[in-house]
Nanobody
Framework: VQLVETGGGLVQPGGSLRLSCKASGSILSINGLGWYRQAPGKERELVAGILRGGRTTYTDSAKGRFTISRVTAENTVYLQMNNLETDDTAIYYC?????????????WGQGTQVTVSS
């Protein structure tokens, strides 16, 4: 399975974006999928995750502002981001949640750039 991220862009503080992660094949058998981000000079971090049953998890900075969703029929994972802050500026990637949930990571894609600036 390959994952392709789209939906990034330039937005003012307080604005919203919806990111999409489209899989080349079925995501039905993947236990956990997540959105990660990497800001300049920082390590990649997990922002939000969603399990096959729908349970979600968020980093503290994303709670209350971001919503991850998974549409199996579309083989797509979304990240709705509201009330964006300048600290949200980063390249956003999607991937599995990894071996801890029994999934292998897939190759990292190019990601989608999110820039929050006035």
């Amino acid at each position: 399975v390959q994952l392709v991220e789209t939906g990034g862009g330039l937005v003012q503080p307080g604005g919203s974006l919806r990111l999409s992660c489209k899989a080349s094949g079925s995501i039905l058998s993947i236990n956990g999928l997540g959105w990660y981000r990497q800001a300049p000079g920082k390590e990649r971090e997990l922002v939000a995750g969603i399990l096959r049953g729908g349970r979600t998890t968020y980093t503290d900075s994303a709670k209350g502002r971001f919503t991850i969703s998974r549409v199996t029929a579309e083989n797509t994972v979304y990240l709705q981001m509201n009330n964006l802050e300048t600290d949200d500026t980063a390249i956003y990637y999607c991937n599995t949640l990894g071996p801890r949930l029994g999934d292998a990571y897939v190759g990292w894609g190019q990601g989608t750039q999110v820039t929050v600036s006035s």
